[in-house]
């Protein structure tokens, strides 16, 4: 699990978030960009403005920012991914509002999982926002709810070539797919727990996951009956959404 370093330089985070929502998620406005951030709107211009210098970004006939020439070959499909998150964040923040812990969504990027939106509980201790960021998908919550739900030929390519025990990987994702949640008990970070389930309906374009991340102090297994149940309607809400268009 990779923490953020306490030398962290403000500007630079601001700019390689910038670089990976465009890529993720694809053309955005400098307001946008901006609100993203939670920066003015002169400061998204100064770093996208950057990010075009350095073939991060270019911009469009429209004046919308999209991912440059840097990023053209790895460029997952725009809509589907902006579409998602545009959608799953009311019921994030519901989820937030009644569960009070931290939840996300993530899409499976080959062999990890990628979290394009994640709303923070307002309680002192949380855990944060996981936006851009990437995990092992057969570690983390959603990402294991995603690979349980993959034809076993399809998982096994994708993990071709990872540190992985197959075997027992195999097992817990039967597992996985009898309970219809998948659990992180500190595999990818220490003092964190997180339970997750997949978004049906999605097709090969973009799997996503949703999944309510937990200090492990208030992780209790008598509550995964109600975390589960609430994420599972909030999974089955969004992909209705998604196929309804």
Not at 223 to 245: C, D, M, Q, Y
Request: one cysteine or more; proline letters at 6%; a neutral charge.
């Amino acid at each position: 699990m990779k923490n953020k370093p306490p030398y962290a330089i403000a500007s630079v985070d601001a700019a390689l978030l910038l670089a990976a929502l465009l890529q993720q998620e694809g053309p955005m406005r400098v307001t946008d960009a901006a609100e993203r951030l939670g920066v003015s709107v002169s400061t998204a211009h100064r770093l996208l403005a950057m990010l075009v210098y350095r073939d991060f970004a270019e911009q469009q006939e429209d004046r919308r920012y999209r991912a440059g020439p840097v990023w053209r070959a790895a460029t997952p499909p725009e809509a589907p991914v902006a579409r998602l998150r545009e959608v799953a964040l009311p019921h994030l923040r519901r989820l937030v509002d009644d569960l009070g812990e931290t939840a996300n969504v993530a899409v499976l990027a080959g062999a990890d999982v990628r979290f394009v939106a994640t709303v923070e509980c307002d309680q002192v201790l949380r855990v944060g926002d996981r936006t851009g960021r990437t995990l092992p998908a057969h570690l983390a919550s959603g990402g294991k709810a995603i690979l349980a739900g993959l034809p076993d030929g399809e998982r096994d390519a994708l993990l071709e070539g990872v540190d992985v025990d197959l075997p027992r990987l195999r097992k817990e994702l039967a597992l996985v797919r009898r309970r219809g949640f998948a659990l992180n008990d500190q595999a990818t970070e220490t003092g964190l727990a997180a339970v997750g389930v997949a978004v049906p309906g999605m097709d090969a374009t973009v799997r996503a996951g949703l999944s309510l991340a937990v200090p492990t102090v208030r992780f209790a297994r008598d509550r995964l009956p109600g975390w589960v149940a609430a994420l599972t309607a909030a999974a089955a809400a969004i992909g209705a959404e998604l196929a309804a268009g």
